[in-house]
């Protein structure tokens, strides 16, 4: 055999070699391959939940552990389950749904919410009985008593140069009778008042007529998870056209 035969020998060897190791299946979560793994794919049943504050048709926010009256309490599971039962607080009507909207029509103080959800146990982990319970708090609280209120020191991103005191509060208005909430001095020396409010955020809705050069305003505030600083994204409306902006400003200790 002379050399030429060898090395085409030896290519078609290695040529072999390669294809006999790479079509050797390695996968444990492919029900085809030999080290097959079932468990790799199962995850431990866990009837956690989100938690959301609703304060406007649009506009929700990670429930901290406060929330406004008058908003819209959104509960959603965050694993999917072959059953769910909703606890909220003394209510005889437990809800079956993955996801449930509550409402408060006046304060409460600490509702415990409590989920339970269930599945087929899993011999994949030990001890599992199909059934997970979890139990969070919610505090629901009046107008008055939201961390929304005091006032902020900062600055809008189109003006750094300016800083200015922005200060958000419950107001009584004469005319419509009740408390409303008032943010006085945004857009410097300019009010918007009566916004939708929720415990750590507000929805301000075309406030027309209320800044100072009585351009529509419109957008959303957030207050941080420490509750110190405040977030404000707003559009105005210039002719045509909308020119957007951010306030951050720092709360005034009091």
């Known amino acids: 055999m002379n050399k030429y035969a060898l090395i085409f020998c030896g290519v078609i060897l290695l040529l072999l070699t390669a294809l006999l190791t790479g079509c050797k299946c390695d996968d444990p979560t492919n029900p085809e391959c030999p080290n097959y793994n079932p468990c790799m794919e199962e995850v431990p049943l866990n009837a956690d ?18 929330m406004y009256k008058l908003s819209q309490l959104l509960l959603t599971a965050v694993q999917e389950m ?63 008593d939201l961390p929304l209120w005091g006032k902020y020191r900062g600055q809008t991103t189109s003006r750094v140069v ?3 005191t922005v ?12 408390n409303i909430a008032v943010m006085n ?23 027309e007529g209320w800044d100072c050069e009585h351009y529509t305003v419109t957008g959303t505030g957030k207050l941080s998870p420490s509750k110190d600083t405040l977030d ?3 559009y105005r409306a210039i002719g045509n056209s909308y020119v957007q902006d951010t306030f951050t400003g720092i709360r005034i200790p009091q």
């Open 232 to 234: 404000v994204y707003f």
């Open 167 to 178: 200060e958000l509060a419950v107001e009584w208005d004469t005319f419509m009778a009740r």
């Open 82 to 144: 072959e059953s769910y039962e909703w606890i909220i607080g003394t209510d005889t009507n437990h809800r079956k749904t993955p996801s449930v909207v509550i409402e408060f029509g006046y304060p409460y103080g600490p509702i415990p919410i409590t989920l339970i959800g269930k599945r087929k146990s899993s011999a994949c982990f030990p001890g599992d009985d199909g059934i997970d319970t979890v139990t969070k708090t919610v505090y629901v609280v009046d107008l008055f």
């Open 185 to 207: 001095n945004f857009f410097p020396d300019c009010h918007t008042r009566n916004f939708r409010v929720g415990a750590t955020g507000f929805d301000l809705y075309a406030t």
């Open 49 to 66: 939940f989100v938690m959301e504050e609703s304060f406007s048709s649009d506009i929700a926010l990670p429930l901290q552990d406060t």
């Open 162 to 164: 300016d800083s200015f």
